[in-house]
Nanobody, 124 residues
């Protein structure tokens, strides 16, 4: 069982930056692929970014590529999402997710555990 807790959300003006953090429980964090997803009001949850077990590979949704950066610190059981050049359409609840994997590659699908989410609001 993995427990995830997001933090770092808030209200920011368009063009600003936020850094989301996700703390994971457990002693086998490095065996999990990690991802960030988001859900805006009235919309389905969508993939944002993923990072491989070692942190050596990342994958992004086209909508955030070049603006967001996912990273992880396996020694601290932490994953981060640095969000720059924020736009009003980035407003959503952001979720951290983990997926046990035998492969050191990012993933868009089949995540096992989810955090409670943190609200990000970007004003125009």
């Amino acid at each position: 069982q993995v427990q995830l807790a997001e933090s770092g959300g808030g209200l920011v003006q368009a063009g600003g930056s936020l850094r989301l953090s996700c703390a994971a429980s457990g002693r086998t964090f490095s065996r999990y692929v990690m991802g960030w997803f988001r859900q805006a009001p009235g919309k389905e949850r969508e993939f944002v970014a993923s990072i491989s077990r070692s942190g050596g590979s990342t994958y992004y949704a086209d909508s955030v590529k070049g603006r967001f950066t996912i990273s992880r610190d396996n020694a601290k059981n932490m994953v981060y999402l640095q969000m720059n050049s924020l736009k009003p359409e980035d407003t959503a609840v952001y979720y951290c997710a983990s997926k046990h994997s035998d492969y050191d590659v990012p993933s868009l699908y089949e995540y096992d555990y989810w955090g409670q989410g943190t609200q990000v609001t970007v004003s125009s």
